[in-house]
């Protein structure tokens, strides 16, 4: 079974930036595509950023420009950098991988970020 783990969470004041990472217990390179995913409180869970398996990214509108997908194939992980965080993006974020175009079969444990000062 793969295991998805995710890293780099915390507290982190309004402006400020954390990367997070999601490590693959195997090759990422099968992956149809990864994605980060955020969960609020009392929220249904969101899409923030995917990347495919040909490279190709797309974002959440709440954080196109601040946010960034990116992965190391080497490394089996997928990066989230977040610049400019603000309060609202406070939530649990999910790594997901997809094994093919059917969804996302895989996902992390979740790592918790906040965003106050």
């Known amino acids: 079974q793969v295991q998805l783990v995710e890293s780099g969470g915390g507290l982190v004041q309004p402006g400020g930036s954390l990367r997070l990472s999601c490590a693959a217990s195997?090759?990422?390179?099968?992956?149809?595509?990864m994605a980060w995913y955020r969960q609020a409180p009392e929220e249904q869970r969101e899409l923030v950023a995917r990347?495919?398996?040909?490279?190709?990214?797309n974002y959440a509108d709440s954080v196109r420009g601040r946010f960034s997908v990116s992965r190391d194939i080497a490394k089996n992980t997928v990066y989230l950098q977040m610049n400019s965080l603000k309060p609202e993006d406070t939530a649990v974020y999910y790594c997901?991988?997809?094994?093919?175009?059917?969804?996302?079969?895989?996902w992390g444990q979740g790592t918790q970020v906040t965003v106050s000062s």
């Open positions: 990347i495919t398996i040909g490279g190709w990214t």
């Open positions: 195997r090759s990422i390179v099968g992956f149809n595509a």
């Open positions: 997901a991988a997809a094994l093919s175009s059917a969804g996302y079969d895989l």
